[in-house]
């Protein structure tokens, strides 16, 4: 079931664009608006609202950008998921599923152990290591999957699987060589997590995101001849390794910054623009931002659960995202093979 | 003139009583983040003002009974807020980071100590009695401590150190090594920790490792987690290990007591009778 021959092919008009970008912002809106709603502690708007109350500090400095936060890391895991489901053809396509993930965990933890974690390496070297590690990782992902100058969708898949696991082999031996404190801070991080952060941590993740969201926008007419495959894209007038290589370099960006602050955060990318594609057609012009609004607002909603079902107990929103995403994914492929 | 005086005297006495049985000032509201800052905090008698504890803080028994805020690892900054703490302590853990970061941001008063050893149980139990304005009852509870610690020791007068392992989990296999609080309590209990050199503050031992080290002693801490049984059968099948061929290897629960704080001399006594039994048979 490639991508390409999802039947849903309808055209997309300035005015379904807008209709479906409006009412998706509305629904992200007011998950912002709920979600702030929501949370362990109940509290008083009307004192909310007044600025030196509890309260406030709850809704404005905790809840908050823990959420924006969440938009940020959820609607770029949904746009990487998206564009690497259309540069490969393949809906199975996922950063965590093909070793982007991985080679970004891998790229963290290395800069987490060569130069440490404090405020202000957590706002440059982390992201930057993580991507390093995401756009190598994908570097040799297609270099693999390359076979006679061809890209086979299906190999680079099967390599991704097997990345992952030597970047997992490789972070469990960076763990164990590293002292108590920072393995524990290393399994931590993995376990993919949205603590509150500061708006500075959340505007410099989405400046990252923003970058890598504005290469994917402008590759997004390029993507959709891509996925009509090599050989059509060519005739079209592509250049494809080149236009790969950069829809490639934007989806390890978005990875990168996103692995750094939150850790391993699965499903989002694998679910978010498949269902959206289902929905709204595969036209990656609408796919894309659909995508990262939708993307956003799983992952927030799911945070609410991490934060909000066991009381004072965080849970990981990495388990809330599997444990929801799995078996959804699971019925809509048997669904899909009806 | 001599009534007078008595008289002043009686008022000054009575003042000072006052000033004695008064409360202070106000009481605070604390929240504490980690078992043993919970300890220390009653230990100075202000456990009645510890509004919110971390969720494995069990001890003393009227630490249960306080709301939780979370684990020390992944506290919940929103409920620490809503507790409205004047100061809230922790540990340093790369976990919680993000976190205590959360609470200074908004404003919060917050006091990180690491009593991770005898020394810094030491400067914990004094920080958290200058932040909480029990400086006195602090040093107290210190020399209360130090003396303690100085009755086990007179005990142990003398004695021929052992070679001792502690366990803290079997798969993967690791030991407490250099510089942790179980490392000082080994040595000040009079053995020597084998697992000293291993590397790292907890090594992962490989059995071929433990058999050439020969401890004398083995106190597993591993049945905390595991089953009893299965801890014993661990190290069943190595009578060449003088600990197993002896007869000393200790199944030892109660991991809690052997954390850095208050209990320092109990957890101390506990390890140097595994190690010497035989100094602690008759009482002095």
Not at chain 1, 83 to 89: E, G, K, N, P
Not at chain 1, 187 to 204: K, N
Request: a neutral charge; one cysteine or more.
């Amino acid at each position: 079931m490639s991508v390409s021959t999802v039947d849903t092919v309808r055209y997309l008009t300035p005015r379904r664009f807008t209709g479906v970008a409006a009412a998706l912002s509305l629904a992200a809106a007011v998950t912002v608006v709920a979600t702030a709603l929501i949370g362990p502690e109940s509290i008083d708007l009307r004192a909310a609202v007044r600025g030196t109350s509890v309260d406030h500090v709850i809704l404005f400095q905790i809840r908050l950008p823990r959420i924006l936060l969440g938009l940020v890391v959820g609607g770029a895991l949904g746009v990487a998921g998206a564009a690497l489901q259309a540069l490969l053809r393949n809906p199975l396509a996922e950063p965590h599923i093909i070793g982007v993930s991985g080679g970004a965990a891998l790229g963290g933890v290395l800069t987490m152990l060569l130069v440490g974690r404090t405020p202000v390496t957590e706002l440059s070297l982390q992201p930057l290591g993580s991507f390093a590690g995401a756009l190598l990782a994908t570097a040799l992902l297609v270099r693999l999957g390359t076979l006679r100058g061809h890209l086979h969708p299906y190999t680079l898949l099967l390599a991704g699987v097997v990345c992952n696991a030597v970047a997992g082999a490789l972070i469990m031996f960076l763990n164990s060589i590293a002292d108590f404190y920072q393995a524990h801070g290393i399994i931590f991080w993995l376990m993919g997590s949205l603590a509150t952060q500061s708006y500075a941590l959340v505007g410099v993740v989405g400046l990252y995101v923003a970058g890598g969201l504005a290469v994917l926008g402008w590759q997004a007419r390029t993507l959709n001849v891509l996925s009509l495959g090599d050989e059509e894209a060519w005739h079209l007038g592509v250049d494809v390794d080149r236009a790969r290589r950069i829809a490639f370099a934007g989806s390890a960006l978005l990875v990168g910054a996103v692995v750094a602050v939150s850790g391993m955060i699965g499903f989002v990318g694998l679910i978010v623009p498949h269902v959206a594609r289902l929905l709204l057609g595969s036209d990656n012009r609408l796919l894309l931002p659909a995508s990262f609004l939708a993307g956003g607002m799983a992952l927030v909603w799911a945070d609410t659960v991490a934060r909000t079902a066991l009381g004072a107990t965080e849970l990981p929103v990495g388990v809330i995202t599997a444990m929801c995403g799995g078996p959804f994914f699971v019925w809509l492929l048997r669904r899909q093979a009806r | 003139m001599t009534v007078r005086m008595g008289a002043i005297g009686r008022i000054v006495a009575g003042l000072l009583v006052l000033l004695a049985a008064a409360p202070p000032a106000e009481a605070m509201r604390i929240v504490s983040l980690a078992p043993s800052i919970t300890e220390t905090l009653f230990a100075l008698g202000a456990g009645g003002e510890v509004v919110g504890v971390s969720t494995y803080c069990d001890y003393p028994a009227e630490a249960k009974a306080i709301d939780k805020v979370g684990t020390f690892l992944a506290p919940s900054t929103e409920v620490i807020v809503a507790k409205r703490p004047d100061l809230v302590i922790a540990v340093p853990s790369p976990a919680n980071r993000a976190p205590v970061q959360a609470l200074e941001r908004v404003g919060l008063r917050v006091l990180v100590v690491d009593p991770d050893t005898v020394g810094g149980t030491e400067q914990s139990i004094a920080a958290i009695a200058a932040a909480i304005g029990r400086e006195a009852q602090g040093r107290a509870l210190w020399q209360r401590i130090a003396a303690a610690v100085a009755g086990v020791r007179a005990r142990l007068e003398g004695v021929a150190r052992r070679r001792t392992l502690v366990v803290v989990g079997h798969t993967p296999l690791v030991g407490a090594g250099r510089g942790v609080f179980l490392d000082e309590l080994i040595e000040m209990g009079g053995g020597s920790n084998v697992a000293a050199d291993a590397g790292g503050q907890w090594p992962h031992l490989s059995l071929e490792f433990v058999l050439a080290q020969a401890p004398e002693v083995i106190i597993d801490t591993s049945v905390g987690m595991e089953a009893e049984p299965q801890a014993a059968a661990f190290w069943a099948p190595f009578p060449t290990l003088p600990a197993v061929r002896d007869g000393r290897v200790y199944l030892y629960a109660d991991f809690a007591l052997l954390r850095p704080g208050p209990r320092l001399p109990e957890a101390l006594e506990t390890v140097a009778r595994f190690i010497h039994p035989e100094r602690f048979e008759s009482r002095p």
